[in-house]
């Protein structure tokens, strides 16, 4: 029996509970029999040695915005048996807080950890990897670069034998929608910000996708983990998208090139966030919130994989194969 | 220690004593000590159970177009042990043979069976699945459908817990080749053929790839493994490329689209394979020798993956990611 512990109940701590509960069937025939033993959020929780019932934990939750207890996860981590915990709390990327406090205290007592949280893993990914190592534990997090897309897992298991040249890719669905509206619409920046917002696809303060700080992010995380080297954050050299004109599209399309927001590291090269002309019959030339990226290895050649960059169960897709990576039969 | 046996010397075969010899300090790493102790090709072999020089083997099969032995697969597989066979003989959609025979024979002494061969999987799926079954023994067969895209592992494992809705693609680079330059060139299909046929991308006689034949071969063997469904080759409805003119893609052009030679199936649908009309701006509107997948999901929701679908060294970036699953650590 797994036991599972949540942290963190917001859209995508929630997401991952329905489709626990709901394809408790289909996912017991992947990883055998499991139990949600505790929940928790930024000021509650909710324990039960036997199982929570994960629909009404749901439904306390919406109702009253918060769980039953008011027992502090840190307190969660040390008074409870779990398996693996699922680490979903809102992504810092200055200080990794709360989240990598609570997968360093998960997996020192032994418990594997699977995350979205892209915070912990910019701040502190070798500190990470060494505490797996001492303790047995393992790390996944699928879910933090490209959502639903299992970039991860697909270059280290399915490309395992290739060595990887560079990986190159449009890690923010935000930008992506401004670049293509842009594009197609000759519309503004700003203009196309303020319909992205009331769609609620850009945040009020847009800063950390636009800036490329969400892009350059991904980039440390899959660098780190896919082409074994140590970057940090400030070493992505990064441009945004609010400088782009109509009139740069313009220009590009005369020659058939669009722009993109693209990320890139070459091994032995240097990070790099910045917008860039990329051909318009190319698989990177990808319209709307969709997310792509390249991986260029000696073998395989180029692969691109397509898909979901964000969203409660894309998010919770990309959990769910961690899980099954870890338990699966 | 991993014994292998490789049974067809072609492009393919060498290809992958080529990796094996070349990256055996990376591959060790990933799935232990191993050897190749036998090697066959249609008329004749190499055994050593102490482990096959493969450089050697490589350089006497490019000299003399055959092996040092006359012994013939079927004694192989009789008189040596191998954990693993790596089946790459040449495909028939027919009779599934000689390949079906030696994958048979192997999964019947308990061995692991790697193929890149299309025949014996379009022929006998479920049988072959039965077999594996009974005798404790694994058939993989990545190489089989999208070169070096994992696609197969991917939607298995990483996409685990999904409930496939469809899966539509581009699986014939030579097809995609002529639509995509027939697009750009505003010229026709015979003219188009006879340069691909120069370029050696088309065959002398096309009609396997212009049919759809190898597209409708590669949709039985992907939805058979990934849908849980029994469909066989004569199931599929198949539309070839032949009578599509440059005027087809001037009407579709007037509305932003673009023609390429699709293979899909929807959840308790039938399989086809046609000339259907692609968005421009779609990830599926690709160009040039490259194939693409489309699955669609519930969790997911859309995930492409594109890549190399045929080549030497991508087949063999399949069948080593193959060799992983079966023994990565």
Not at 131 to 154: D, Q, R, S, W, Y
Not at 166 to 175: D, E, M, P, R, V
Not at 204 to 233: E, Q, W
Request: one cysteine or more; hydrophobic letters at 40%; glycine letters at 8%.
């Amino acid at each position: 029996m797994i036991k599972i512990a949540i942290f963190g109940f917001g859209a995508v701590g929630q997401g991952v509970a329905e489709v626990l509960m709901r394809k408790k069937r289909l996912l017991e025939k992947l990883i055998g029999d499991y139990k949600v033993i505790a929940i928790t959020d930024s000021k509650s929780s909710i324990i039960n040695e036997n199982g929570i019932d994960l629909s009404e934990a749901l439904k306390v939750k919406r109702e009253k915005g918060m769980l039953k207890s008011d027992k502090k996860t840190l307190d969660v981590i040390d008074s409870c048996e779990f398996n693996v915990a699922i680490e979903v709390t809102p992504t810092n990327i200055e200080t990794g807080e709360p989240g990598l406090t609570y997968i360093k205290k998960s997996l020192k007592k032994g418990a594997n950890v699977i995350t979205s949280n892209k915070g912990p893993l910019v701040v502190a990914y070798k500190e990470l990897m060494r505490i797996c190592e001492k303790h047995n534990a393992k790390l996944l997090f699928e879910a933090t670069v490209g959502g639903a897309m299992p970039i991860i897992k697909m270059v280290k298991r399915d490309l395992a034998g290739n060595e990887i040249y560079s990986i190159k890719g449009i890690l923010n669905g935000t930008c992506n929608y401004i670049l293509s509206r842009m594009e197609r619409e000759k519309l503004t920046y700003e203009h196309v910000l303020t319909e992205a917002q009331e769609l609620k696809i850009a945040e009020k303060d847009p800063s950390y996708d636009v800036l490329g700080i969400d892009s350059a992010a991904k980039l440390v995380i899959l660098a780190n983990a896919l082409m074994n080297v140590n970057i940090k954050f400030k070493d992505v050299k990064r441009v945004g998208i609010t400088e782009i004109t109509p009139e740069a599209f313009e220009v590009a399309l005369e020659k058939n090139y669009t722009i993109r927001l693209i990320s890139e590291i070459e091994k032995n090269g240097k990070p790099k966030v910045s917008p860039r002309l990329i051909p318009l019959n190319h698989p990177l030339a990808i319209s709307g919130t969709l997310n792509a990226i390249l991986i260029q290895t000696d073998l395989a050649k180029e692969t691109y994989i397509i898909g979901r960059g964000a969203g409660k169960t894309e998010t919770a897709s990309a959990i769910i194969s961690d899980l099954v990576e870890l338990y699966g039969k």
